[in-house]
């Protein structure tokens, strides 16, 4: 038989990305990537061209579209596989990234009638501007004791499904009504290319506080938060939820023209970017914990069992890998924290110095940043530029930036922005430690591994841990490949299981990055400063930075 290939389609905040895999090694045989066109909406709408408030985020769901249009025919041609040898696809997204669209599917927002409402609009993982309402969620699920609250680490984030709903509910009513269905985008992509809305048990259980045997909130919950949402389950939030690896459907005949492959091949469930990374790297046991780090970074853990973990962004059964408690933590922006100083606040002639140098000012930042000792910039940073979402679960909080002299470098806080990631990631390792869920070693994929090797090499020398890094260049696609090959299954050429796919596709490097002993001992030092600030910020020692953000809002 001829070898066998799948398709995964990652989509990232900036970008969508398609990689053909090969079926018997995992190996990515051709790769594109198509930015969005309409990037992240945080500043104006399309059309109307209307401010948007702070804290908004929105994406254009037609980019969705264009990335299967343009990527998927790409890495056909640059790879010359026959078509007939592609038994599947699979997609993985950020997440929660949701829409409401009609009994058609049609999202609301590429409608005349609505596309200037600006809740029509797709909103992105990192939309924060619902976290009133996610804060009288957790206020009410916590008077009713509500038993799901623990599962979600005590504290719901605005992020998540239900508080997003609530706020279109009440910001824009009419929206509310007019929508026949709201969904995660990785679902709305599913059903362009299938035909029909097939809900995944992944997006469900960490995004949607849905529960295998106890389905989402009640009626009674959800009428306590605002009586018009008390059937919200079972109309706008309607369907069967499906297991990862559940064949979806199969392609269209109008997608199969528009990307160039056979009507009729497997299309799987959606998945979420983290979560498809994680046997794309081998990791289908507990204890090893994986960080997809890229715009933000998740933090996804196997267990045997259900334990309480402070402001871990949930714990679902079966939610990564059949027959595991799978466990996510996360931090709400790291790349997005560089990309803002190299954007927003180096100094001109860094970013002379790079173009003459012909590097990138990250590269540029980075090797000068790699001459310093840990501690020797004087400098501490809190890495809250975009909230806290594990283990404060606020975003309200802000970034802060402490030491400054009037001999500070631009390497430096290049350098400290770097280091506070990597406390962030720390804080999060020991709340899963301290609430007894096992982290013996740490596994890094996406994009970041690959662009800098000092923010790794920090990584491990604050973490005192070793780290694993995959051995390919968009490990969700290649995870989302396999769930692909999963629902084909083997009578297509595919495998019966995640663990079999992972067993024979899965790829992490041969060199393991090791923590450096001298720096580990400087940085505990400045961790437990870290934590100190943590706490003093994030607990209540000391609400500035919600005042400053309160005083915001009058302008
Ligand atoms: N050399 C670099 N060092 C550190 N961060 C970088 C570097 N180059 C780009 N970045 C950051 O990487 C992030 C994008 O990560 P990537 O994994 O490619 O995308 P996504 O999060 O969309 O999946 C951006 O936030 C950008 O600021
Ligand atoms: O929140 C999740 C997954 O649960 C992510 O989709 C979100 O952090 C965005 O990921 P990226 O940083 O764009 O890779």
């Not at 009410?140 to 605005?158: D, V």
């Not at 998540?160 to 026949?180: R, S």
């Not at 529960?211 to 109309?235: C, I």
């Not at 560089?338 to 140098?357: N, S, T």
Request: proline content about 5%; overall charge negative.
């Amino acid at each position: 038989m001829n070898r066998k290939y799948a398709i995964g389609v990652d989509y990232g905040t900036q970008s969508g990305r398609a990689v053909l895999v090969d079926l018997s090694n995992g190996h990515e045989v051709a790769d594109h990537v198509t930015p969005y066109a309409h990037h992240v909406i945080d500043e104006r709408l399309p059309h109307s061209g209307e401010a948007l408030e702070a804290d908004w985020a929105l994406q254009h769901p037609l980019d969705y579209i264009e990335v299967l249009t343009t990527s998927i025919p790409e890495v056909m041609k640059q790879s010359g596989i026959d078509p007939a040898d592609v038994i599947g696809i699979g997609i993985d997204f950020t997440a929660c990234t949701m829409l409401p669209i009609t009994e058609l599917h049609e999202p609301l927002c590429t409608l005349p009638a609505y596309q200037d409402n600006p809740h029509s609009w797709v909103k992105l993982w990192k939309h924060h501007a619902a976290q009133d309402e996610a804060n009288l969620i957790n206020e009410m699920a916590a008077k009713r004791g509500e038993k799901w609250l623990a599962r979600y680490g005590g504290k719901i984030s605005s992020e998540w499904m239900l508080a997003k709903i609530w706020q279109i509910l009440n910001e824009a009513p009419e929206i509310y009504e007019a929508a026949d269905q709201f969904v995660e985008a990785t679902d709305w992509v599913i059903s362009q290319l299938t035909g029909q809305i097939t809900r995944n048990s992944c997006t469900a259980g960490y995004k949607a506080i849905w529960h295998k045997q106890d389905g989402y909130p009640s009626e009674a919950f959800l009428a306590s938060l605002d009586p018009r949402l008390e059937k919200l389950a079972d109309t706008k939030l309607r369907g069967d939820i499906v297991p990862l690896g559940t064949k979806a459907g199969e392609l269209n005949e109008k997608l199969a023209a528009l990307t160039g492959l056979r009507p009729g091949i497997a299309v799987a469930v959606g998945n979420v970017d983290a979560h498809a990374a994680v046997p794309a790297v081998g990791v289908v046991t507990p204890g090893k914990l994986v960080m997809a780090m890229g715009t933000s970074i998740c933090h996804m853990l196997l267990g045997d069992e259900e334990k309480e973990v402070e402001g871990m962004c949930g714990v679902v059964e079966d939610g990564i890998i059949p027959g595991f408690y799978g466990y996510e933590a996360g931090q709400s922006a790291v790349g997005d924290i560089f990309e803002w100083y190299v954007d927003e606040a180096v100094p001109a002639y860094v970013k002379e110095e790079a173009a003459q140098a012909g590097v990138s000012v990250h590269e540029w930042l980075e090797g000068k940043a790699a001459l310093q000792q840990p501690g020797q910039s004087g400098l501490l940073a809190l890495d809250w530029w975009n909230g806290n979402r594990s283990t404060l679960v606020d975003t309200d909080l802000t970034g802060l930036l402490l030491g400054c002299t009037l001999l500070t470098k631009p390497e430096e806080i290049y350098r400290a922005l770097l280091e506070s990631t990597a406390y962030g990631t720390r804080k999060i390792v020991d709340a899963f430690r301290s609430s007894g869920v096992a982290v013996d070693t740490l596994y890094a994929c996406g994009g970041l591994p690959q662009k800098n090797r000092l923010l790794m090499q920090i990584y491990a020398d604050v973490t005192n841990m070793e780290i694993r890094v995959a051995d390919s260049k968009h490990t969700p696609a290649v995870g989302a490949a396999m769930f692909a090959a999963v629902a084909a299954g083997p009578e297509a050429g595919g495998y019966a299981t995640i663990v079999e796919a992972a067993e024979n596709m899965a790829r992490v490097r041969e060199e393991a990055l090791r923590p450096n002993p001298e720096h580990a001992a400087v940085y505990e030092e400045l961790y437990q400063e870290y934590v100190t600030l943590h706490d003093y910020f994030g607990r209540g020692g000391n609400d500035v930075m919600k005042r400053l953000k309160n005083l915001k809002k009058h302008y």
